[in-house]
């Protein structure tokens, strides 16, 4: 059975930074699955932030957290990071990961949509406080 757990979310200050991690366990290659961060703001749809493909070598990050966050992966581990810095009001949401078997989901310009994505955690909230 696929488990996909987010942690690292809070309330932080306008400026300030956060970690987000998230474990997938009973995927049994993950270092095959391209991963990827969505988040989805009241009101709002799901929108992707940033995708990673199955070695790292290539991410993508949406225009609005384009030179702020940083996503990376320890396939050793079975772990998905997003870095996030400089963090704004508009970035509150809940943040979600997910995990699609295509390891190329993403070539750095370009990230399948979330349909794409089979596995999914249930999510951290971010609160960014102005």
């Known amino acids: 059975q696929v488990q996909v757990v987010e942690s690292g979310g809070g309330l932080v200050q306008a400026g300030g930074s956060l970690r987000l991690s998230c474990t997938a366990s009973?995927?049994?290659?993950?270092?095959?699955?391209?991963m990827g961060w969505f988040r989805q703001a009241p009101g709002k749809e799901r929108e992707g932030v940033s995708c990673i493909n199955w070695s790292g070598s290539a991410t993508y990050y949406a225009d609005s957290v384009k030179g702020r966050f940083t996503i990376s992966r320890d396939n050793a581990k079975n772990t998905l990071y997003l870095q996030m810095n400089s963090l704004k009001p508009e970035d509150t949401a809940i943040y979600y990961c997910a995990a699609d078997p295509d390891g190329w989901a993403t070539d750095g310009a370009y990230c399948k949509p979330a349909t794409d994505f089979e596995y999914w955690g249930q999510g951290t909230q971010v609160t960014v406080s102005s």
């Open positions: 009973g995927l049994t290659f993950f270092d095959s699955y391209a």
